[in-house]
Nanobody
Framework: VQLQASGGGLVQSGGSLRLSCAAS????????MDWYRQAPGKERELVAT???????GYVASVKGRFTVSRDGDKNTVYLEMNRLKPEDTAVYYC?????????????WGQGTLVTVSS
């Protein structure tokens, strides 16, 4: 299973970006899909999560600004980021729990850099 993340870039404070992460390979079922981020010198943190049923959760610092969604037909998870702040600058990673017909395994995307200028 491979996860391909895209959509990062440089944006001014207050701007918007949309990240995508597409899963491919031996996928019997995609369970929860998550977005994490890691800023320079900081630990990786969970930003948003969405279950296979569509339930979502967010870290407090992005609630009301970020929206996570998924397209089951495309095996893709999205992160719509609005009103971006400089402190949102980080490498963003997607993670998916995949059931391959035998067991659940976690897979990570390669990361996409988001830079928010003040």
């Amino acid at each position: 299973v491979q996860l391909q993340a895209s959509g990062g870039g440089l944006v001014q404070s207050g701007g918007s970006l949309r990240l995508s992460c597409a899963a491919s390979g031996r996928i019997y079922r995609l369970n929860a899909m998550d977005w994490y981020r890691q800023a320079p010198g900081k630990e990786r943190e969970l930003v948003a999560t969405i279950t296979s049923g569509g339930s979502t959760g967010y870290v407090a610092s992005v609630k009301g600004r970020f929206t996570v969604s998924r397209d089951g037909d495309k095996n893709t998870v999205y992160l719509e980021m609005n009103r971006l702040k400089p402190e949102d600058t980080a490498v963003y990673y997607c993670k998916a729990e995949v059931f391959d017909g035998l067991r659940n395994n976690d897979f990570w995307g390669q990361g996409t850099l988001v830079t928010v200028s003040s």
